[in-house]
Every structure is written in C-alpha cells, then in structure tokens.
C-alpha cells in the first residue's frame, strides 16, 4: 500500500481558479438551484473571446461544501474579481444611505425639505453605482468594457 503526500492528494493548482463555498443547511434542490445560478452568472460575464473564459467544476469537498471553479483564464479571474469588488463596495454604500434615509425619516422637518434630502440621498447612492462600475469597466482591459458592461450590471443586481 503506497501513501500519498499531501501534495500528490490535493493535485495540482490551477492558477486561473476561484474556491466557492455552498451554505450548509441546503437540501439537493437548493443546491442544484445555487450552483446553477452561480454558473449562469459566471457565464455571463466571463465566458466570451474576448476574456477567453470557460467555467468548470475542478473539485467539490462534500463534507464542507467547498469547491473549486476554473475560470480558463487570468484576464477572466482579475474581472470576477472586479465585480466582486463593485459589489461589496455598492452593498456598504446601500447600508450606508439606508442609515442616512432612517435617521431622515425620524427627524422633524418640513415635508419639502425631508423630499429633497432623500432625493439627495438616492442621488447619492445612483451616483455611486455608475461610478463603481465606471471604474471597475476603466481597470479593465477596453475589450472587456464592450462586452461585458450588461454582465457586470446584471451580477451586481443578482448579489
């Protein structure tokens, strides 16, 4: 009987790859439902010839639910994680407008003022969406930017 070394038993790393973890309290259905949507929006966004991606399953730890996604390339990796990025920064800024817009509706003001402040606000936070993907699409390589602006839009909405 041969041992493995811990190298030989995890194989060899693919560069290109992101690890996801699955929530633990899911039955098969919700499983299958959020690695399909999570495929659907990897595909979207990173598979096409301009960033040369390709999304495949390189291994799944069943007792942590753990897996490993192969992006096919680094342009593709450096993207995903681009959007990641805009969509953590839009989801601090939203709690951040969401405790401005609270605090606004418990103060005693004018009604006219109390508009326009929130008016304010949500320009705030629409303000902050084209730029975060202004500057998500600007770091990017320009022949990302004509193809996946619609990809990246659609993945902030989905998370």
Same mark, same amino acid.
């Given at each position: 009987?041969?041992?493995?070394?811990?190298?030989?038993?995890?194989?060899? %790393?693919?560069?290109?790859?992101?690890?996801?973890?699955?929530?633990?309290?899911?039955? *098969?259905?919700?499983?299958?439902?959020?690695?399909?949507?999570?495929?659907?929006?990897?595909?979207?966004?990173?598979?096409?010839?301009?960033?040369?991606?390709?999304?495949?399953?390189?291994?799944?730890?069943?007792?942590?639910?753990?897996?490993?996604?192969?992006?096919?390339?680094?342009?593709?990796?450096?993207?995903?994680?681009?959007?990641?990025?805009? *969509?953590?920064?839009?989801?601090?800024?939203?709690?951040?407008?969401?405790?401005?817009? %609270?605090?606004?509706?418990?103060?005693?003001?004018?009604?006219?003022?109390?508009?326009?402040?929130?008016?304010?606000?949500?320009?705030?936070?629409?303000?902050?969406?084209?730029?975060?993907?202004?500057?998500?699409?600007?770091?990017?390589?320009?022949?990302?930017?004509?193809?996946?602006?619609?990809?990246?839009?659609?993945?902030?909405?989905?998370?």
């Amino acid at each position: 009987m041969r041992f493995l070394s811990f190298k030989e038993f995890l194989g060899t %790393e693919v560069a290109e790859s992101v690890v996801a973890k699955l929530p633990a309290t899911m039955n *098969i259905d919700e499983a299958a439902k959020t690695m399909s949507n999570l495929n659907l929006a990897l595909e979207q966004a990173l598979v096409n010839p301009s960033i040369n991606g390709l999304i495949e399953l390189i291994g799944f730890d069943r007792g942590s639910n753990w897996m490993e996604i192969g992006l096919g390339s680094m342009l593709a990796l450096q993207f995903l994680a681009g959007m990641i990025r805009l *969509i953590y920064d839009s989801r601090n800024k939203e709690i951040e407008l969401e405790a401005k817009r %609270e605090m606004i509706r418990h103060i005693k003001v004018q009604n006219d003022v109390k508009e326009k402040v929130l008016e304010a606000v949500n320009a705030e936070l629409a303000e902050h969406y084209a730029q975060s993907v202004d500057n998500l699409l600007s770091t990017s390589e320009s022949k990302i930017l004509n193809r996946n602006t619609a990809a990246a839009s659609a993945i902030l909405c989905v998370f």
